[in-house]
């Protein structure tokens, strides 16, 4: 299974992006996924995850501005990100839990800058 992110680049404070996360392989339907992120000097931090459910979880940063979901028949998960703020400037990697296997992408950078 390998997952490759996409979708960051450059915005303005309070524009939006949207990452996507493609994963191959035949168990995505079955597994966690997340998004997490690293800024520089920081360590790495959860922003949201989704289960196979779907119920979805969110850090009090982000909550209420980003949203996550997927797409089971496309393998892909994604994460909307709105009212983007300076403090959300930082490095995101998607990853895939699925019992005792935990997967990263390769990561995407997302700057929110003036």
């Known amino acids: 299974v390998q997952l490759q992110a996409s979708g960051g680049g450059l915005v303005q404070p309070g524009g939006s992006l949207r990452l996507s996360c493609a994963a191959s392989g035949t168990i995505f339907s079955f597994s966690t996924m997340g998004w997490y992120r690293q800024a520089p000097g920081k360590q790495r931090e959860v922003v949201a995850t989704i289960g196979s459910s779907g119920r979805t979880t969110y850090a009090d940063s982000v909550q209420g501005r980003f949203t996550i979901s997927r797409e089971n028949a496309e393998s892909t998960v994604y994460l909307q990100m709105n009212s983007l703020e300076p403090e959300d400037t930082a490095v995101y990697y998607c990853?895939?839990?699925?019992?005792?296997?935990?997967?990263w992408g390769q990561g995407t950078q997302v700057t929110v800058s003036s």
């Open positions: 990853n895939l839990r699925w019992g005792s296997l935990e997967l």
